[in-house]
C-alpha cells in the first residue's frame, strides 16, 4: 500500500478529514478533502461531521478549528508550523495595549494565537478584513498584528486604524521594484497582490486578493497572464485548475518556510499515532469563538 492509500485508509477508519491551507506544497493539497485560505478554512471546521480533523497549515489555523470544533480531536502534523506574524503578540501585551487605548474596538487577524482572539471584539481575515472594520460603529478601532493589513484597511474604510507592530516575513519582503519589474518581463499580466503586502506594492497592483479570492478570480478571468504577488504556493492550485492562464510569481523567493514544514508522511505519522493534538483551554476557547462567531456574523 503506498502512502495515499495508507492515508486514505486511516481516514475512514478514523473518520477524519484533512483541510489544507492554499500555501501548503503540492503533494500535501492533492491528499486534502477541502483546500482553502483561512477563512474558507474555519467555516468548513466548523460545520464538519468528523470527528478528526487532520490541518495542513499553521498552529493558529489548527487553534482556530479547535475553537470552533470543540470535542473533535485536532490534529497538527508538524508542531513546529507556527505563523511568525501571530507570534508578535501574545495576550498580556494586548492587555497591556488595550490600557492604553481604553473604548476602541480590538479587531485581531485570524493570524493570532486563540489567547489574543480571547483578548479582541472580533476578528477578521485577510478576505474580510474591510467588511468587518465597516461593520464597527467606530470610527478608530485597533487592529493587531498586521500592519500592512491595517493600512490597507484604513485606506478602504477610511477608519483610523491603530495598528500593531506585526507583518508576516513573507509578503513584507515585496517591493515595488519586484512589481515593476514583473510588468517589464510580463507585459501583457494582470497584477494580484495579497493585502498583507506594504501599502505602497498594494498600490501598484490591479487586485488585491486574499488566497481565496485568488482561487475565484483566477476562474472568472478573461486574461491570459496574471502575475501573483503571494506566497508562492498558491501558483500551483492556480495552474492546475486554470491550465488556459499562465501564473508568474512577483517574487521567486516569496515562500513560508514554515507553511512548507508540512509533507505527506507527516500527515500520515499525525493519523497513525493521533499526534500532535492541538487545544485550547475552554475558558480561552469560549471568549476566542465569542470573537470569530462575531466575525461568521458578519462576513
Ligand atoms: P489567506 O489564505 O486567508 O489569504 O491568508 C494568507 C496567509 O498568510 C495565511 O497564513
Ligand atoms: Fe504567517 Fe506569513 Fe507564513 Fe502566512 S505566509 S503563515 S502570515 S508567516
Partial sequence: MDIR??????????????????????????????????????????????????????????????????GKTVLLPE???????????????????????????VVCYVNTSAEVKAESD??????????????????????????????????????TVIAWDGY???????????????????PGAEVWVHPECPLDVIERADKVLSTGKMVLEARATSRHEIVVGTEKGIIYRLARENPAVRFFPARETALCAHMKMTTLA??????ETDTTRVEVPAAIADRARGAIEAMLRIS
Avoid at 9 to 37: M, S, T
Avoid at 126 to 145: E, M, T
Fill in 5 to 70: 492509500q495508507r492515508i486514505g485508509e486511516l481516514k475512514r477508519r478514523k473518520n477524519a478529514v484533512i483541510l489544507a491551507h492554499n500555501y501548503q506544497v503540492p503533494e500535501v493539497q492533492d491528499a486534502a478533502d477541502f483546500v482553502g485560505d483561512s477563512l474558507e478554512l474555519s467555516r468548513k471546521a466548523a460545520g464538519l461531521e468528523a470527528s478528526t480533523i487532520v490541518f495542513c497549515g499553521v498552529h493558529f489555523m489548527a487553534e482556530t478549528a479547535a475553537v470552533l470544533a470543540p
Fill in 122 to 159: 472580533v476578528c477578521c481575515t485577510s478576505s474580510n478584513a474591510i467588511a468587518v472594520v465597516n461593520s464597527l460603529g467606530a470610527d478608530r478601532v485597533l487592529f493587531v498584528p498586521d500592519k500592512n493589513l491595517a493600512a490597507y484597511v484604513a485606506r478602504e474604510t477610511g477608519k
Fill in 168 to 186: 508576516c516575513y513573507v509578503h513584507h519582503r515585496f517591493t515595488p521594484r519586484d512589481i515593476d519589474e514583473a510588468r517589464t518581463a510580463h
Fill in 79 to 105: 508542531i513546529e508550523a507556527g505563523c511568525p506574524m501571530a507570534d508578535m503578540i501574545n495576550g498580556r501585551e494586548l492587555r497591556s495595549w488595550k490600557a492604553q487605548h481604553p473604548g476602541l474596538p
Fill in 266 to 271: 507527516k500527515v500520515l505519522h499525525a493519523l
